[in-house]
Nanobody
């Protein structure tokens, strides 16, 4: 079955960095756009970044542009999210997800229901 396992979340001071990882299994990883979402307490799940099948195309929401970098290694079935210059607004549970439709790439804000499989999440907490 499909499994997505995130890791790398931690407590970090404002201005610090973290690198999240997500290892996928149970599907043809290289056929899917992969994404990172986050959800803070009391808020809706928010799309943060996604990356095309080859890694050639990426998308970032405005709030993380210039600070976060998404990457993938298809040989390892893994995506990453490098997060630099973190601030308190980045505090959330971070989830990786696979697009619900293979071979699709869209360069626009995306909703959680466009992604079909999810990990259990990894907590990122940024202290002021």
């Amino acid at each position: 079955q499909v499994q997505l396992v995130e890791s790398g979340g931690d407590l970090v001071q404002a201005g610090g960095s973290l690198r999240l990882s997500c290892i996928a299994s149970g599907f043809t990883f290289a056929a899917y756009t992969m994404g990172w979402f986050r959800q803070a307490p009391g808020k809706e799940r928010e799309g943060v970044s996604w990356i095309s099948r080859s890694g050639a195309n990426t998308y970032y929401v405005d709030s993380v542009k210039g600070r976060f970098t998404i990457d993938r290694d298809n040989a390892k079935n893994t995506i990453y999210l490098q997060m630099d210059n973190l601030n308190a607004d980045d505090t959330a549970m971070y989830y990786c997800a696979a697009d619900s439709i293979p071979w699709r790439w869209v360069y626009r804000p995306r909703k959680a229901d466009e992604f079909g499989d999810w990990g259990q999440g990894t907590q990122v907490t940024v202290s002021k």
